[in-house]
């Protein structure tokens, strides 16, 4: 490589990575308003988040399944 490419490929990569940071902020910021907009919609009960789940039995003999 000659001296004259190198001052080229330097401003081309620093371009380069401005763009790839600024786009990985703009996918970030998506991100985080999708998350917080989630967040904030499924709010509900902290209680029912740690209750534990309500089961059913299940009772069946060949085909036919009774909910119990």
Same mark, same amino acid.
């Given at each position: 490589? $000659? =001296?004259? %490419?190198?001052?080229?490929?330097? =401003? ?7 763009? *790839?940071?600024?786009?990985?902020? *703009?996918?970030?910021? *998506?991100?985080?308003? @999708? @998350?917080?907009? $989630? *967040?904030?919609?499924?709010? =509900? %009960?902290?209680?029912?988040? #740690?209750?534990?789940?309500?089961? #059913?039995?299940? #009772? =069946? $003999?060949?085909?036919?399944? %009774?909910?119990?």
């Amino acid at each position: 490589m $000659s =001296g004259r %490419d190198t001052p080229k490929q330097k =401003g081309f990569r620093r371009l380069e990575r401005w763009v *790839v940071g600024l786009l990985f902020a *703009v996918i970030a910021f *998506v991100l985080e308003k @999708v @998350v917080m907009r $989630s *967040v904030r919609r499924g709010g =509900g %009960d902290p209680a029912e988040a #740690t209750a534990e789940p309500v089961t #059913t039995q299940l #009772t =069946g $003999s060949g085909a036919e399944v %009774d909910l119990e």
